[in-house]
């Protein structure tokens, strides 16, 4: 219960911000579709859809929802994932296949939990990005105290290691080396949707560096261990 009323009053804390270390004023989740994400009291509306913070994963986003995507995307809304889009079926499945696990198994997170104007692919600053790492996913690791987080996407993977303040790997290698933040493991893996799986050199190239990352013996052991996670801290 501990865990939930953290999180809920960060999810409060998100939807009450007033956004001025920004550099422009972002929309909230509450502001499309009547609000109803709000209702939730998340951080991040993937917290619905992957609402286990017990799971010893963790898996972040880059954003959840843009602007022009979000007027369409009625379902996302309802469900806080939609199963049909695909870069979640994609996701969905390299869990599947490599963990065993379905994505309402873990806990899935967004690095930025605002809503971007434009299309999905619209840049956020790396500024931004930066302010909602610190501010917003770090509590959530420190919440949920996962043994393993998965970053979709060099931004994401980039803004975290900058939050903890430590070098980020090569990203190339980010899947088979991980950053450690006190007992996470924290691993970066191209992100999900198309262009990412494009600029990694197709699908069969993202399931081999999630095959790797799977089968690392430190990972493997630290996922399947019933220890508790001790206070996190940067290192």
Known sequence: MRKIEQLRKLGEMRRT?????????????????GGKCDSWNCVSPWNKAAGNY?????????????????ESSLKSFELGCDPENR???TLHKLLLEHFGLKFS??????????????AMNSRIPSKDLL????????AEIDIVQPKVVICLGKAAYDALCR???????????????????GCTLIYGVPHTGPLGI?????????????????HQRELADIVSSKKACPTLRAS
């Open 17 to 33: 911000d007033n956004q001025q270390e920004l550099t422009k004023k972002y929309k909230q989740i509450g502001d499309f579709h």
């Open 54 to 70: 017990d799971s010893p994963i963790m898996v972040i986003g880059q954003d959840w929802i843009s602007e022009d995507a979000a």
């Open 87 to 89: 870069t979640n079926k």
């Open 105 to 118: 198994d873990i806990y899935g997170t967004n690095l930025f939990v605002f809503i971007k104007p434009g």
């Open 131 to 138: 302010y909602s790492a610190r501010k917003y996913t770090l």
């Open 163 to 181: 939050a903890i303040g430590v070098k980020a790997k090569d990203f190339e290698l980010s899947a088979e080396h991980p950053i450690r933040y």
């Open 198 to 214: 494009n600029n990694a050199g197709g699908m069969e190239k993202v399931w081999e560096i999630w095959k790797k990352m799977a």
